[in-house]
């Protein structure tokens, strides 16, 4: 079992970054996958972000590639989201998830929303 706490979004001007934060409880974080994924409103839950388990391998969608960046800590059992250049376009609901394979989740935080304004 998995518990996943998101932190640190908020309300940004276009250009600015954030950081999200994403807390895993249970033994087995540092053996997963991890995600970051956003629902707009109106629209379906996207894939933003995913990395290994060891960290060495990101990967990104398309809309954030260049922006966003992905990163892990084991020891503290966290992983991170740091958004750079930030657009209207990335006004969602952000989640952490834990990915059991491709394109699939099987354990998911409450979300934090990050909203940027023009």
């Known amino acids: 079992q998995v518990q996943l706490v998101e932190s640190g979004g908020g309300l940004v001007q276009a250009g600015d970054s954030l950081s999200l934060s994403c807390a895993a409880s249970?033994?087995?974080?540092?053996?997963?996958?991890m995600a970051w994924l956003r629902q707009a409103p109106g629209k379906e839950r996207d894939f933003v972000a995913g990395?290994?388990?060891?960290?060495?391998?990101?990967r990104y969608a398309d809309s954030v590639k260049g922006r966003f960046t992905i990163s892990r800590d084991n020891a503290k059992n966290t992983v991170y989201l740091l958004m750079n250049r930030l657009k209207p376009e990335d006004t969602a609901v952000y989640y952490c998830?834990?990915?059991?394979?491709?394109?699939?989740?099987?354990?998911w935080g409450q979300g934090t929303q990050v909203t940027v304004s023009s």
């Open positions: 998830a834990v990915e059991l394979g491709a394109d699939v989740y099987d354990y």
């Open positions: 249970g033994r087995t974080f540092s053996s997963r996958a």
């Open positions: 990395i290994n388990w060891r960290g060495s391998i990101t």
